[in-house]
């Protein structure tokens, strides 16, 4: 599908960079074509309890990115154009191939610059028989106006709230305007989806989970965004405080993010969350920050 409602692969405005690119002819900025690479496809165990459950999550991960985070875990793959192309056929395939392998959900890995591709794949995989939730798993730098387009179609929405401060963002995610987007665009993915709902098992159904990587030596960033997703979005959200940071890609040669987090940053940022009201938290126990809970691809 390559336009719909104003949107155009022959000239991409999809996510914030609307670096224009006529992707039938090369990437965009983001390194994605006009079909998306699929990097790995994979029964995905270490997401949290209600999107991994028992026999794990369908993980779909495109290759490619709308940001330069410099400690990315999937530097592999977003930083490069790995993978093979699938249209909006195979992909409902592929999502079809997973529920038969057992996976609680269909886990689309950063999914942003595929929008009107999976705009078309999940009603034909949902026409074939496909009955288990589809989790959109977003680092949140995304256009109100796109997400849209995926109304309806999103059972839960899991995005990854990084950085409140333009100045970090830039820094450790080489776009200032992250927040600018990314707040408007958490709110209208809880508009689409509202709170969490799970089955009798525990599993998502629908709604919104935040997750919030804790980052060595940036606790005030984390109590700002904590902050705003009370303040905006309310205490009864379902928050995910990770603490799997490692440093990894980049950062191993940046002297503030080198190290993992220690124990009393990370009880600070979920302390301060338990302040501001929120009850239901997802927490990682220290095991989490290895470089072994990292897919390989
Ligand atoms: S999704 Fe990719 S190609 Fe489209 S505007 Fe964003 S960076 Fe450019």
């Given at each position: 599908?390559?336009?719909?409602d104003?949107?155009?692969l022959?000239?991409?405005s999809?996510?914030p960079?609307?670096?224009?690119a006529?992707?039938f002819i090369?990437p965009g900025?983001c390194?994605?074509?006009a079909?998306?690479?699929v990097?790995?496809?994979m029964?995905?165990?270490?997401?949290?309890p209600?999107i991994?459950?028992t026999?794990g999550?369908?993980a779909?991960?495109?290759s490619?990115?709308?940001?330069?985070c410099?400690f990315?875990q999937?530097?592999?793959?977003?930083?490069?154009?790995?993978g093979?192309?699938?249209s909006?056929?195979?992909l409902?395939d592929?999502?079809?191939y997973l529920?038969?392998q057992?996976?609680?959900n269909i886990?689309?890995?950063t999914?942003?610059p595929?929008?009107?591709?999976l705009?078309e794949?999940i009603?034909l995989?949902?026409?074939?028989?496909?009955?288990i939730p589809i989790?959109y798993?977003?680092?949140?730098f995304?256009?109100v106006?796109?997400l849209?387009?995926?109304?309806?179609?999103?059972?839960?929405?899991l995005?990854?709230?990084?950085f409140?401060?333009?100045?970090?963002?830039?820094?450790w995610?080489?776009?200032?305007d992250?927040?600018?987007?990314?707040?408007?665009?958490?709110?209208?993915?809880d508009r689409?989806v509202?709170a969490l709902?799970?089955?009798?098992?525990?599993?998502?159904q629908k709604?919104?989970?935040?997750r919030?990587?804790?980052?060595p030596?940036m606790?005030s960033?984390?109590?700002?965004?904590?902050k705003w997703?009370?303040n905006?979005?309310?205490?009864?959200?379902?928050?995910s405080i990770?603490?799997q940071?490692?440093p990894?890609h980049?950062a191993r040669?940046?002297p503030?993010?080198?190290?993992?987090?220690?124990?009393?940053e990370?009880?600070?940022?979920?302390d301060?969350a338990l302040?501001?009201?929120?009850t239901?938290i997802?927490t990682?126990?220290?095991?989490?920050?290895?470089?072994a809970?990292?897919p390989?691809f």
């Amino acid at each position: 599908m390559p336009e719909r409602d104003g949107f155009s692969l022959k000239s991409c405005s999809l996510c914030p960079i609307r670096c224009g690119a006529n992707r039938f002819i090369g990437p965009g900025a983001c390194l994605a074509g006009a079909l998306p690479r699929v990097a790995l496809v994979m029964k995905h165990h270490w997401e949290e309890p209600p999107i991994s459950g028992t026999a794990g999550s369908g993980a779909v991960f495109f290759s490619g990115c709308n940001m330069r985070c410099v400690f990315c875990q999937n530097h592999d793959i977003s930083q490069k154009s790995a993978g093979e192309e699938k249209s909006a056929d195979a992909l409902a395939d592929i999502f079809l191939y997973l529920q038969l392998q057992g996976a609680h959900n269909i886990n689309l890995v950063t999914p942003a610059p595929h929008v009107l591709t999976l705009a078309e794949a999940i009603p034909l995989a949902r026409k074939n028989g496909l009955t288990i939730p589809i989790v959109y798993n977003t680092n949140a730098f995304e256009r109100v106006r796109a997400l849209k387009l995926l109304d309806g179609l999103i059972d839960v929405y899991l995005p990854d709230i990084k950085f409140y401060s333009p100045q970090l963002a830039r820094l450790w995610g080489g776009r200032e305007d992250y927040f600018s987007f990314a707040a408007p665009a958490i709110a209208e993915m809880d508009r689409q989806v509202g709170a969490l709902q799970t089955d009798e098992s525990g599993l998502a159904q629908k709604g919104l989970i935040v997750r919030h990587l804790v980052l060595p030596n940036m606790r005030s960033d984390s109590y700002a965004l904590i902050k705003w997703l009370r303040n905006h979005i309310g205490s009864k959200t379902r928050l995910s405080i990770m603490r799997q940071y490692t440093p990894m890609h980049a950062a191993r040669f940046m002297p503030s993010l080198h190290r993992r987090v220690t124990d009393r940053e990370y009880k600070s940022v979920v302390d301060y969350a338990l302040s501001l009201g929120f009850t239901d938290i997802f927490t990682q126990k220290k095991e989490a920050a290895s470089a072994a809970f990292v897919p390989e691809f």
